[in-house]
């Protein structure tokens, strides 16, 4: 089945970076701003989402003559184009999804777009939000990710403490322990391959997988 990947109007530090994440067969959708970044990698989003206030002329007029299909909400609603695009995924079937560029820019934005992958109607989903510099995943069960040796990785305790953890292929191995949300026990571990895991008994843990180039 074909990954949808969404764009959101966040920062991206490497594009180049980002252009790695592609693959053949994505579905692309920009939520709102975020076509930005699509137009930047020289693609066409397939679904444009949103009240389109942070599209410029220029970039509306490329993505019609694209024949990108437009989803236009109003700007008085309670989403943000975010939520309408992720959404909009789940409900067409999309079980992977990654999410380009939630990340930067204001505070709020940003909490706000990672609080919307812990909806617990998403939990047997694989939702990553990704800028080709830093992975981020949920998890409430089991994760496995991929990477290099000396990648940085820290697991953050979400609105409550996560207990039963237990890695491997970090360097400082977690076995059953319990991680509390006011504690800093779970920053800064290193991968010791290319691959490593998470696995957590109760609670949800979030996964920062920060490449080192």
């Given amino acids: 089945m074909s990954r949808a990947l969404i764009f959101v109007n966040g920062q991206v530090p490497n594009l180049d970076a980002v252009r790695k994440l592609l693959l053949p067969y994505d579905v692309v959708i920009a939520a709102d701003g975020g076509s930005r970044h699509v137009l930047s990698l020289g693609l066409s989003p397939t679904f444009l989402i949103g009240d389109l206030d942070s599209l410029s002329s220029e970039d509306q007029h490329e993505i019609k003559k694209a024949g990108t299909k437009i989803l236009k909400f109003p700007r008085d609603k309670n989403e943000t184009d975010f939520e309408l695009a ?76 996560v207990t039963g953890v237990t890695t491997a ?6 076995d059953g322990d319990t991680l509390l949300p006011y504690k800093t026990r779970g920053i800064s571990n290193e ?6 895991s998470v696995a957590v008994k109760s609670g949800l843990v979030l996964i920062s997988h920060q490449r080192v180039v």
């Fill in 86 to 161: 992720l959404n909009y995924a789940v409900s067409a079937g999309h079980r992977r999804i990654l999410v380009i560029a939630a990340l930067g820019g204001r505070t709020d934005q940003t909490i706000g777009n990672l609080c919307l992958l812990t909806n617990p109607a998403f939990a047997g989903l694989d939702i990553r939000a990704d800028d080709g510099v830093e992975e981020l995943i949920f998890t409430c069960k089991a994760c496995r990710f991929t990477g290099k040796p000396g990648d940085l990785v820290s697991l953050i305790p979400w609105g409550g403490e």
């Fill in 169 to 174: 292929g970090l360097r400082w191995s977690l």
């Fill in 191 to 196: 991968m010791l391959g290319d691959a490593a």
